[in-house]
């Protein structure tokens, strides 16, 4: 049997792929495989550099659609470019995570990630914020998938719960 192809990676796909410019960026990016975890959906992880590998990346985004992806969450830190690369690769939906940088905290990976010229869009959400990622990709699966719908609002009313709940010990003094 033929090896799989190194740019392409396995030939059938989980609805949700995580990708990140370096295994540095996974602490940022460990919170979205959670996320997606904890609600039972599949996904896949893969390290797939704009600058270091780019190629393999190519691959990846004009394969992502055609082997079972849904949405795709790509991380990167600095000069962020896998987000905009690879929403330039594919139709599907593409969520950002800025990873916070040391040199400029994050900034300069915010700007890159959000900054997608017309036509070309990625969602971006707040700087290391990789949980805001999972959850962002659920909901876009939700729209068609009632359980997952109903599992949302689950969690939505868990939040409200949690904070309803330090507001009472906060009134009460406990
Ligand atoms: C980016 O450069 C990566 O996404 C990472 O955030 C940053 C630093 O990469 P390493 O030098 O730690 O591999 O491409």
Redesign the pocket.
Known sequence: MDEPSPFTGPSSAPPVGIV??????LPTMEPAVAMIQRFGVGCEVRIL????TPLEMVGYGRTAAERGLKVIIA??????H?PGMVASLTVLPVIGVP?Q?KALSGVD?LYSIAQMPAGVPVATVAIGNGANAGLLALQILATADPRLTEQLRQYRDGLRAMVREKDERLQHGT
Do not use: K, N
């Open positions: 990140m410019g370096s295994d540095s960026d550099s704009a600058h270091r991380g990167a830190g600095g000069a962020a896998l990873v940088s990976s």
